[in-house]
C-alpha cells in the first residue's frame, strides 16, 4: 500500500514536471492553479511537495518565450500596462483636442459680438468684479439686519416682561 502511494505521488509528480515543462515551451499563463488543472492535480499537492512549488515560481518570474523559442513573448502585465499608458495618452488628447477647439471658437464669437454690436460691453470683467462686492455688501448688510431683528426681538421681550411684572404690581396694590 505505501509503495502504491509512492507510485501515485511520482506518477503526479511527473505530469506536474510535464505540465511545467509543456506551459514554459508554449508560453502560457504559469501559475499553480494552471499547473495544477494541466497536471490533474490539487494545488494543496504543490504544498506537500515543496520543491514543484520552486520550480512553478521560478519558471513564472522568468520572462515567457514566444513558441519555437524565438525570445520572449508578451506577458499579459506588459499587455495591461501598455494598454493602461494608451488608455491615458489616449484620454489627454482628447483633452487637449477639446481645449483647442473650444479656443478658437471662443475667440470667434468675442469677435462676433463685438461687430455685430450685438454683443455685452467691453469692460465684463470690471461688471463681474462689481457683481461680486456687491454681493458681498449684500451679504454683510443681511447680517446686520438680521442682528438688529435678534436685538429687537430682544428689546420687545424685555418690554412684555416689565409690562408683565408692572401688571402684577398693580393687582396685587388694589
Not at 499587455?79 to 478658437?104: G, K
Request: aromatic share 2%; net charge neutral; proline share 3%.
Amino acid at each position: 500500500m505505501v509503495e502504491s502511494r509512492r507510485a501515485d505521488t511520482g506518477r503526479r509528480r511527473q505530469r506536474v514536471l510535464s505540465a511545467l515543462a509543456d506551459a514554459t515551451k508554449s508560453g502560457t499563463d504559469i501559475s499553480v492553479t494552471a499547473i495544477a488543472r494541466r497536471a490533474g492535480v490539487d494545488r494543496t499537492f504543490f504544498y506537500r511537495h515543496c520543491d514543484l512549488l520552486a520550480q512553478i515560481h521560478a519558471q513564472a518570474a522568468e520572462p515567457a518565450t514566444v513558441p519555437g523559442g524565438h525570445g520572449p513573448a508578451v506577458s499579459r502585465a506588459s499587455l495591461m500596462a501598455d494598454l493602461a499608458a494608451a488608455d491615458a495618452r489616449s484620454a489627454r488628447l482628447a483633452a487637449q483636442v477639446r481645449r483647442l477647439e473650444a479656443r478658437p471658437s471662443e475667440v470667434l464669437d468675442d469677435q462676433v459680438w463685438s461687430e455685430s454690436g450685438v454683443g455685452g460691453p467691453e469692460d465684463t470683467e470690471q461688471l463681474k468684479a462689481r457683481i461680486t462686492t456687491l454681493e458681498q455688501q449684500l451679504i454683510d448688510l443681511e447680517l446686520k439686519l438680521q442682528e438688529r431683528d435678534d436685538d429687537l426681538a430682544a428689546a420687545r421681550a424685555a418690554n412684555r416682561e416689565l409690562m408683565a411684572q408692572l401688571n402684577r404690581q398693580d393687582s396685587a396694590r388694589s
